[in-house]
């Protein structure tokens, strides 16, 4: 129920249209591939997870096999990335509820999600399961609604780019629709760790219970609206419902796309502030800020900017492109793991890196750009600030001390 809740989100809410709008007729299929690339990158995770208990998430897993740079890159990839997201679904809640006042609404729901977060706010199993409920009740109503009653003829789609590239973007943008398997994989500080023997079949079932859910709506909502008004429906699922006459469900499926979104922004944030935490704690933002509510704010500002800046497909592509890349570094390391430290064979983390990397590189060209600049600029930030800290501890020691620091410096360069 923890990695349901967490996946079910913007994906299925809003990542249908921008999805058919880089080409309509692959949507099916290349969710599928987009399912392939979350099951193996959350194999790599539970690996990683397994072997390293202590480790804050993917930053350290990177670092420690990779290195600091390597480390420093994903990190600044997965801020992004879960920022972009975290931006999305706000903006998801008043696309469906109040879209009247998109951006003030949006604000709130961040708000309140940060608030939620930053006071360690733990759902139960029962929660989680009316959670699971109130969400998954009204996507099935969509789906009957939408089989149930005859489509209205359908406007002719424009010509689509039906390429390789095109399909793979398409895959790109429907990733997030399966990015919250962390929440089993990797946990969260209080959340239930499990046995090597329960996610051996709790990830594969994850994934395809997910997977069931987006095709399922996906289907619904292309056949009564057609490729051409998907593409151009800013909230697919409540224009599915309005052209089948299904004009009383729609507050239902409001209020589940809202409960969706809390729920799920409560899991953003919270890796966020643990990648966050991470990064204080290895030196690369300033130690200060490694106390919990600093970067709660951190995280929930980096969401406004993305909120401010741009629309919701728009960071639904940012999100997915960023998150992409972190799963490519993140495989990348899960590589380099001894035999006796995997569950699951090589080859699954070598097929998640090259598919993270070719759903990456084919978002959207302005989500791929920003994304590359992103990851260089936070890099070379998080490595001054870095440099910085290393200076200012080291004229803080008494010169006998410093000197003994630099000589153990040294002897260590020498045996490199």
Same mark, same amino acid.
Not at 173 to 181: E, K, N, Q, R, S
Not at 191 to 214: C, E, F, K, N, Y
Not at 365 to 380: F, K, P, S
């Given at each position: 129920? &923890?990695? +349901?809740?967490?996946?079910?989100?913007? #994906? $299925?809410?809003?990542?249908? =249209? @921008?999805? %058919?709008? !880089? /080409?309509?007729?692959?949507?099916?299929?290349?969710?599928?591939?987009?399912?392939?690339?979350?099951?193996?990158?959350?194999?790599?995770?539970?690996?990683?997870?397994?072997?390293?208990?202590?480790?804050?998430?993917?930053?350290?897993?990177?670092?420690?096999?990779?290195?600091?740079?390597?480390?420093?890159?994903?990190?600044?990839?997965?801020?992004?990335?879960?920022?972009?997201?975290?931006?999305?679904?706000?903006?998801?809640?008043?696309?469906?509820?109040?879209?009247?006042?998109?951006?003030?609404?949006?604000?709130?729901?961040?708000?309140?999600?940060?608030?939620?977060?930053?006071?360690?706010?733990?759902?139960?199993?029962?929660?989680?399961?009316?959670?699971?409920?109130?969400?998954?009740?009204? &996507?099935? +109503?969509?789906?009957?609604?939408?089989? #149930? $009653?005859?489509?209205?003829? =359908? @406007?002719? %789609?424009? !010509? /689509?780019?039906?390429?390789?590239?095109?399909?793979?973007?398409?895959?790109?943008?429907?990733?997030?629709?399966?990015?919250?398997?962390?929440?089993?994989?990797?946990?969260?500080?209080?959340?239930?760790?499990?046995?090597?023997?329960?996610?051996?079949?709790?990830?594969?079932?994850?994934?395809?219970?997910?997977?069931?859910?987006?095709?399922?709506?996906?289907?619904?909502?292309?056949?009564?609206?057609?490729?051409?008004?998907?593409?151009?429906?800013?909230?697919?699922?409540?224009?599915?419902?309005?052209?089948?006459?299904?004009?009383?469900?729609?507050?239902?499926?409001?209020?589940?796309?809202?409960?969706?979104?809390?729920?799920?922004?409560?899991?953003?944030?919270?890796?966020?502030?643990?990648? &966050?935490?991470?990064?204080?704690?290895?030196?690369?933002?300033?130690?200060?800020?490694?106390?919990?509510?600093?970067?709660?704010?951190?995280?929930?500002?980096?969401?406004?900017?993305?909120?401010?800046?741009?629309?919701?497909?728009?960071?639904?592509?940012?999100?997915?492109?960023?998150?992409?890349?972190?799963?490519?570094?993140?495989?990348?390391?899960?590589?380099?793991?001894?035999?006796?430290?995997?569950?699951?064979?090589?080859?699954?983390?070598?097929?998640?890196?090259?598919?993270?990397?070719?759903?990456?590189?084919?978002?959207?060209?302005?989500?791929?750009?920003?994304?590359?600049?992103?990851?260089?600029?936070?890099?070379?930030?998080?490595?001054?600030?870095?440099?910085?800290?290393?200076?200012?501890?080291?004229?803080?020691?008494?010169?006998?001390?410093?000197?003994?620091?630099?000589?153990?410096?040294?002897?260590? &360069?020498?045996?490199?």
């Amino acid at each position: 129920m &923890l990695g +349901l809740t967490s996946t079910t989100g913007a #994906g $299925v809410f809003i990542g249908l =249209a @921008p999805a %058919a709008s !880089a /080409a309509g007729r692959w949507l099916i299929p290349a969710t599928i591939v987009a399912a392939l690339a979350a099951l193996c990158s959350a194999f790599s995770t539970a690996d990683q997870s397994r072997t390293y208990p202590s480790a804050r998430g993917g930053y350290d897993f990177i670092r420690t096999q990779l290195g600091p740079w390597p480390a420093r890159l994903g990190a600044s990839a997965y801020v992004l990335g879960r920022a972009a997201i975290a931006a999305a679904l706000a903006g998801m809640v008043a696309t469906y509820v109040f879209p009247e006042n998109r951006t003030l609404v949006a604000l709130l729901v961040l708000g309140c999600a940060g608030v939620l977060s930053a006071t360690g706010v733990r759902w139960s199993g029962r929660v989680l399961a009316l959670v699971a409920g109130v969400v998954l009740v009204p &996507l099935a +109503l969509v789906v009957v609604a939408c089989f #149930g $009653v005859a489509p209205p003829p =359908a @406007p002719d %789609a424009p !010509a /689509a780019d039906d390429g390789f590239t095109a399909f793979m973007g398409v895959a790109a943008i429907m990733f997030v629709a399966f990015t919250g398997f962390e929440r089993i994989t990797a946990p969260l500080r209080d959340d239930p760790v499990h046995s090597d023997r329960t996610l051996r079949w709790a990830i594969p079932l994850l994934i395809t219970l997910s997977l069931g859910v987006t095709l399922a709506v996906a289907a619904a909502v292309e056949h009564q609206l057609g490729a051409a008004r998907l593409a151009l429906s800013s909230a697919p699922l409540r224009d599915a419902l309005l052209a089948a006459d299904g004009e009383w469900l729609v507050p239902l499926v409001g209020f589940a796309a809202m409960v969706a979104a809390v729920t799920v922004l409560t899991s953003v944030l919270g890796g966020l502030r643990r990648t &966050l935490g991470a990064l204080a704690a290895t030196g690369d933002l300033p130690a200060r800020l490694a106390s919990s509510w600093p970067l709660d704010v951190l995280g929930c500002l980096a969401a406004v900017m993305v909120l401010v800046v741009v629309p919701p497909p728009t960071a639904l592509a940012l999100g997915a492109c960023g998150t992409l890349f972190y799963y490519a570094f993140t495989n990348a390391s899960a590589r380099l793991l001894l035999q006796e430290d995997r569950t699951w064979p090589m080859r699954t983390a070598c097929f998640g890196l090259g598919l993270s990397v070719l759903l990456a590189m084919s978002a959207p060209v302005d989500a791929l750009l920003t994304t590359v600049i992103t990851m260089a600029v936070g890099a070379a930030l998080l490595g001054l600030c870095s440099g910085l800290g290393a200076r200012l501890r080291a004229r803080s020691l008494p010169p006998a001390e410093s000197r003994m620091s630099d000589s153990r410096d040294g002897d260590f &360069l020498k045996q490199d």
